[in-house]
């Protein structure tokens, strides 16, 4: 399985550090680890994964309100 992450992907994970940061000291690196483990899983578990928009799978973060294609 090949994974890309887009400019406008790595504009939304700055973004949700930016968000998550002032509401706690952590927070926002906690934020990042969560959703690269979850990009992570995608490799490691491919192809169990929902498929949307025809060719790409779909993994619903486990800890914040994102979705991963």
Do not use: C, N, W
């Not at 992907?9 to 906690?30: C, K, S, V």
């Amino acid at each position: 399985m090949r994974i890309v992450i887009l400019k406008s992907a790595i504009a939304d994970l700055q973004e949700g550090f930016h968000f998550y940061e002032p509401q706690a000291p952590g927070l926002g690196a906690y934020f990042l680890e969560t959703l690269f483990s979850d990009i992570d899983s995608l490799r490691l578990y491919a192809g169990i994964h929902e498929i949307h928009f025809e060719s790409y799978h779909r993994l619903l973060s486990k800890r914040f309100p994102f979705t991963i294609y």
